[in-house]
């Protein structure tokens, strides 16, 4: 017999499909590692490390932006329009890509357009995934939310691999593009809010009886209240010193390969840093769910700190795969933790927006990190010394998490 909980089970599954495979096709953004190589060995471009850094830097800040306005939109309109603006401007971007000859147009095509159409469709899953499930499954549901952009480039990096070898790199983003934008819309019409009203019941959703570690249920907030408690601006450095380890060594892992390690096949790093980005994903939530945020935080940018410090010592090319690995499990559980964070502290209602607020950190990140390693490799000659700044930045991630409390509900009361 079908019941309302039967069919808002199924239903939330689909939602969880399809923010699945949108990020699968947005994940194509962190096959940069393997285009950015071409740009800079390839005689016809000929950038230099920094030039190639730009376009990607340009893309992280509009899409951490554009997460604002899009989570705001998708909260109000739902996230099926939002999602399809979202791939037709990713894909056309990456197509738009394919005539840009010098890092400042390529800014423009992959850096604003692209990165715009990612901030879109990427608020669209995470929130939408969210609502149909219990709380006590947020962590867990986000991070197989989220996991398809960091399984992405599995295929992506040994796909860009093999186009840029068989044909050029402007027929390559034309491919990429097309591919792109079909993708993303027709998966985004699998995407949609659950009905004013709607309740998800552990039972059923599948949750089990194990005891959480999370936040309790506590009163949803709109981004007004929430920028008035000061955890959101911890959480927000929190999230800029994380991430901008983890993006510095996405961007430059294939010439760090090449250079670090003699490594020749600059798609294979950037292959199991993604995998492993996939997992820390998924295991970041299902842990969070049963320790905790802040604990699997601390956890995480420890570990995280640690690879970096060791980071230079990394010089064959089994060691080089074992850091990618590494990065990619720390680096992934970013985006899982901080939007679990923000659900924890701050409810679901209001989570597109909220999270977007949250999200220019990312942003920040995308210019920190990748220009960091940039410029000390342009000027020094090596990546060391990026990795002992990013070490220290994730141990400072530490001590604040260590610090984080949620906020007290005699705030709460204060900012209604």
Known sequence: MTTPESVG??????????????NLVLGA?????????????????????????????VATVSFAVMMIFAGRWQDRIGPRYVAMLGGVMFGSGLIAS???????????TYGVISGVGIGLAYSATTPAAIKWFPPARKGAVT???VSGVGLAAVYVAPLTQFLLAKTSVAHTFQILGVGALVLICLASLLLRNPPPGYVPTAA????????RATA??????DWHEMLRTGQFYVLWIMFVLSASAGLMVIVHVATIAKEQAGLQWGFLPVAILAMFNTGGRIVSGFASDRLGRTRTMVL????????MLVFTHYTTPWLLIFASAFTGLCFGSLFTLFPAASADFYGVRHLGVNYGLLFTAFGVAGVLGPMLGGEVRDRFGSYSGSYMASAAMLILGVVLALVLRPPAEVKRQNVE
């Open 9 to 22: 089970a199924i239903r939330g599954r689909m939602v969880l499909l399809a923010g699945v495979t949108v």
């Open 29 to 57: 953004l962190y096959a940069w590692g393997v285009v950015k190589k071409a740009l800079v060995t390839d005689p016809a471009w000929g950038w230099s490390n920094r030039d190639a850094a730009i376009p990607f830097t």
């Open 98 to 108: 394919s005539f840009a000859k010098t890092p400042l147009l390529m800014a423009l």
């Open 143 to 145: 991070g197989m939310v």
């Open 204 to 211: 059923s959703q599948g949750g089990g009886s194990a005891t």
């Open 216 to 221: 309790p249920p506590r009163r949803d907030l």
């Open 300 to 307: 995480a940018f420890l570990l995280q700190a640690v690879n």
